[in-house]
């Protein structure tokens, strides 16, 4: 900057910090910089008059009043009704696989067979074990009653040659004689039946015997314990398996009836439990790909306790399920109607939009120039929202091309897209 003050011969330009322009030159240069700032200034100024002139193209729908219900709205999360984890009872080589993964089994249907030749094996022992022991028991029953009618002789000539040892008849070793034969008698009476009781407890043990070996054949066929869906199967054919090992063979699933579990706000938890007093409480579940199809159960299942974490009870709603749409572990959206209100006030939900003050709706006047007003909203169901202050039944409101729109512009009305929007030309 010093250098240019040096070369400029005139003070006050020196001060200014510039060279002269000369003559035409400058004064046309001085045109063209002044001449584009003014310019711009009177375009943004007619292009502004020109939007507040110019109609925007909008949709727009009516503000009705109609009859609402009052809905707690949470993600739930589908469970099976009930779930079986399918282990073998017992040990060996799988024989037979008679499902494929997938599949909806009824119950008592043939699912595996594991070989049950050891085990008809071991049926077969037991079955000869009890059959020895009961030949015995008779055999001992048998003994029992002979010795026993030899017992009752040898009795009798006992008191009989007493009476005569008595009178003198007979020797006092010939009524010795007699005498210990019958007391022999008695004791192997007495063996008799030790003898007796023990064939009958063996008969006992090898009927435990025979109905165990039975049992463990029977654990050799497996079958569905319930009506279901099966999952992945663990196990193939000719793999040895053990008894109660992990993981098991395979899943079900009984899919209908299904469940699904949900937590909604602590607030709600008195208007339902008074519903279900009164009566069965509806669910609908929709699955988020398919909000237009929904599933209707019944809420079943109310939490003994309120989180206090979250503030939130769990409820539980059955499902007939009848077409399968929904599957164990999908989440779906769940509504439960809780009661209704009356005369609310209702607009689509495009016609809310979201400004610093929070929400607002552009309201089309009778001249076709719109207003942003406030708006309170409340609850939404299915596409449109609930107004509760902001707005009166039969205003007009815009539900699309809102982003042409500011306070006082024209509009023009198209064609509405359903519900209860306007339409015009």
């Known amino acids: 900057m010093k250098s240019l003050f040096l070369v400029t011969p005139e003070p006050r330009r020196q001060w200014l910090g510039i060279r002269p322009l000369a003559g035409a030159r400058g004064l046309l240069l001085a045109s063209l910089v002044s001449f584009p700032a003014c310019s711009g200034n009177r375009a943004s100024a007619t292009t502004e008059q020109a939007a507040l002139h110019e109609a925007a193209p909008v949709t727009v729908a009516t503000v009705i009043q109609k009859t609402v219900p009052v809905e707690a709205r949470a993600i739930g999360n589908v469970e099976a009704y009930s779930t079986v984890s399918v282990k ?3 040990g060996g080589e799988l024989m037979k696989v008679y499902f ?6 009824r119950k008592g249907e043939l699912l595996f067979q594991i070989d049950p030749r050891p085990f008809e094996s071991e049926l077969r022992r037991a ?3 009890l059959a020895k022991d009961t030949a015995q028991a008779k055999q001992a029953e048998a003994n029992l009653a002979r010795d026993m009618a030899q017992a009752k002789n040898a009795e009798m000539q006992a008191r009989r040659y007493a009476d005569l040892f008595k009178e003198g008849v007979v020797a006092r070793e010939l009524f010795d004689q007699f005498r210990t034969n019958s007391d022999a008698l008695e004791a192997t009476i007495q063996a008799d039946k030790a003898s007796l009781e023990y064939s009958s407890a063996a008969i006992r043990s090898d009927k435990a015997a025979v109905e165990n070996a039975k049992l463990q054949l029977g654990y050799c066929t497996i079958r569905s314990p319930m009506e279901g869906r099966t999952g992945n199967l663990i196990v193939h054919q000719g793999n040895i398996i053990k008894a109660n090992e992990n993981p098991p063979l395979v899943v079900i699933n009984q899919i209908q009836p299904i469940f699904v579990t949900f937590s909604v706000p602590e607030q709600y938890l008195t208007e339902i439990k008074s519903r279900m007093a009164a009566g069965r409480l509806e669910v609908k579940a929709m ?3 398919e909000e237009g199809r929904s599933a209707q159960g019944t809420l079943t299942f109310v939490d003994n306790m309120v989180d206090s974490t979250t503030g939130t009870i769990r409820l539980k709603g059955t ?3 009848q077409e399968k749409r929904l599957w164990p572990g999908q989440f779906v959206n769940v509504v439960v109607t809780l009661s209704k209100q009356a005369n609310a006030m209702v607009v689509p939900s495009r016609a809310i939009q979201t400004g610093q003050n929070g929400q607002y709706v552009f309201v089309v006047g009778p001249d076709l120039r719109v207003e942003s007003r406030p708006v309170v909203i409340g609850t939404s ?5 609930v107004i509760e202050r902001g707005l009166k039944p039969g205003e007009t409101v815009v539900t699309d091309g809102q982003l042409r729109l500011a306070p006082g512009v024209k509009v023009e009305v198209k064609k509405g897209l359903g519900g209860n929007e306007k339409k015009g030309s």
């Open 88 to 90: 073998a009872l017992t």
């Open 100 to 105: 494929k993964e997938g599949q909806e089994v």
């Open 127 to 129: 079955e000869g074990n």
């Open 287 to 289: 699955i988020p790909q």
């Open 319 to 321: 499902f007939s399920n």
């Open 381 to 385: 169901l299915s596409g449109e929202i």
